[in-house]
Antibody, heavy 121, light 106 residues
Framework: QVAEFGGGLVKPGGSLRLSCTAS????????MNWVRQAPGKGLEWVGR??????????DYAAPVKGRFTMSMDDSKNTIYLQMDNLTTEDTAVYYC??????????????WGRGTLVTVSS | DIEMTQSPSALSASIGDRVTITCRAS??????LNWYQQKGGKAPQVLIH???NLEPGVPSRFSGSGSGTDFTLTISSLQPDDFATYYC????????FGQGTKVESK
């Protein structure tokens, strides 16, 4: 399972850090994603962080690159999404997902319940 | 970036109907195409991965096909539990979602 924490209300230009704790599997060999969904809109990929055994390197979608930073804490089996310089366009439910691979294809096999981030003055 | 175009954006159907949703990629993605179902305000769940592999626990009335740029999700006989929004997603290079297809009751 995965569970997100840390959503809330933040002013434009502010910062917020989300966390996602994995249980039942290890981040040592699991890739993780963040996906968001603005109110009434579709799903949007935010970024991913590779597993620790391949360097835990992150990749970001263009709209958040340079403002969002992903990291991993092995000891807590937790990943983080540090969001800086937030705008109203970042208002969304943020989902943490675990990635699986089958026959060479990566897909999002486990989803958290999501945490709501509201950016408003 | 790889763009994913889903159609239709919404459809109305009755119980027992055969429902087909299509997804087109802006470039070839081989079979790196997954389908998700989202009900109400809940988190999405994977239905099909690798274009045609049914996730364990998903009813066999769901099926997927395609490769390259054109893909299809089919519900062979629509059930009450299937009214939801469906998304395709490519994982060939990073990730992109289609805009979603809302399946509503006629």
């Amino acid at each position: 399972q995965v569970a997100e924490f840390g959503g809330g209300l933040v002013k434009p230009g502010g910062s917020l850090r989300l966390s996602c704790t994995a249980s039942g599997f290890s981040l040592y060999d699991s890739w993780m994603n963040w996906v968001r969904q603005a109110p009434g809109k579709g799903l949007e990929w935010v970024g991913r962080i590779k597993s620790r055994n391949v360097g835990a390197t992150p990749d970001y979608a263009a709209p958040v690159k340079g403002r969002f930073t992903m990291s991993m804490d092995d000891s807590k089996n937790t990943i983080y999404l540090q969001m800086d310089n937030l705008t109203t366009e970042d208002t969304a439910v943020y989902y943490c997902t675990a990635l699986s691979r089958f026959e060479g294809v990566i897909f999002m096999s486990r989803w958290g319940r999501g945490t709501l981030v509201t950016v408003s003055s | 970036d790889i763009e994913m175009t889903q159609s239709p954006s919404a459809l109305s159907a009755s119980i027992g109907d055969r429902v087909t949703i299509t997804c087109r990629a802006s470039q070839s993605i081989s079979r790196h195409l997954n389908w998700y179902q989202q009900k109400g305000g809940k988190a999405p769940q994977v239905l099909i991965h690798g274009a045609s592999n049914l996730e364990p626990g998903v009813p066999s009335r769901f099926s997927g096909s395609g490769s390259g740029t054109d893909f299809t999700l089919t519900i062979s006989s629509l059930q009450p539990d299937d009214f939801a929004t469906y998304y395709c997603q490519q994982s060939y290079y990073m990730t992109t979602f289609g805009q979603g297809t809302k399946v509503e009751s006629k």
